[in-house]
């Protein structure tokens, strides 16, 4: 629902969603409610760099780079959610996608992308394809991107949905991601977006040299730490501490 009121436009998602009762209403909704969609987007981004300002001694940067605040001003965030939280789909918040799962927080979403320091025509690898929210805003930086979705149902639906959206770049595998995707290696980056408890080797041993690994290891019982992984070399990695994170786990057989 668009409504206007002192010469401001408001926008209440919710209405929007109960009204249509579908996504898909939302896709057809008016050009207005699609420009408060955007403007919801523009304010999460400034949200984002202020968390980012926040933990920048964490982090080792004070600002992300123009491209992936653009991205993130670019995708539809509503669109990877269940219509039940569409009216939360631009908080700076994980959410629930079904299947005990999350999307993640877009802080999160953006500092993993900004650490990867991947360009446009690179290649990245993503174990937890989740919503394909993820995915997409690599995507939409010009990255191709493999990823991997253990929850069959989850697999299919962000499949569908990227396709929906024209994430061509884009390509879903359901299976298990701790053995990655030998096939399509060597990846300039890995974005591991379930807590490990422990850097996975098979997944190491698919980056560049001078390829980098962001992933979430600990206890799934407790915070974890967002680790960065840098291949120095054929036989070397070093490996930084980031901050502390809470992630789903990182399920399978391994
Ligand atoms: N990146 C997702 C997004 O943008 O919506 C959010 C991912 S959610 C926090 C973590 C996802 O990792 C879940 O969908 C979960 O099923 C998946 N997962 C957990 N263990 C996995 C594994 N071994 N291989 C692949 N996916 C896994």
Not at 44 to 52: F, H, S
Not at 138 to 167: F, K
Request: aromatic share 6%; proline share 7%.
């Amino acid at each position: 629902m668009i409504s206007s009121r002192n010469g401001q436009v408001k926008w209440r998602p919710l209405g929007l969603a109960v009204a249509c009762g579908a996504l898909l209403c939302l896709a057809a909704a008016p050009a207005a409610a699609q420009d408060a969609f955007a403007a919801a987007r523009a304010q999460l981004v400034g949200e984002i760099e202020d968390d980012v300002r926040r933990t920048a001694e964490l982090l080792k940067r004070a600002a992300l780079r123009d491209e992936v605040l653009g991205a993130m001003r670019t995708v539809p965030r509503h669109r990877f959610v269940p219509p039940a939280e569409v009216d939360r789909a631009y908080l700076n918040r994980p959410l629930p996608i079904g299947h005990g799962q999350t999307i993640s927080q877009p802080y999160i979403v953006a500092i993993m992308t900004d650490l990867l320091d991947v360009d446009a025509g690179g290649r990245v690898l993503e174990i937890g394809t989740g919503s394909g929210y993820q995915a997409a805003v690599l995507a939409a930086l010009d990255i191709d991107v493999w990823t991997i979705e253990i929850i069959e149902p989850l697999a299919h639906e962000a499949s569908q949905r990227l396709d929906t959206l024209g994430y061509d770049r884009v390509v879903v595998r359901h299976g298990d991601g701790y053995y990655g995707w030998p096939e399509q290696a060597p990846f300039d980056g890995i974005v591991v977006t379930a807590a490990a408890s422990h850097i996975p080797p098979p997944l190491v041993r698919q980056l560049k040299v001078g390829g980098r690994m962001i992933i979430p290891v600990g206890s799934r019982f407790a915070v974890q730490e967002l680790i960065l992984v840098t291949r120095d070399g054929d036989d070397s990695f070093s490996t930084r501490q980031l901050l502390p994170v809470r992630f789903v786990p990182l399920t399978g057989g391994h």
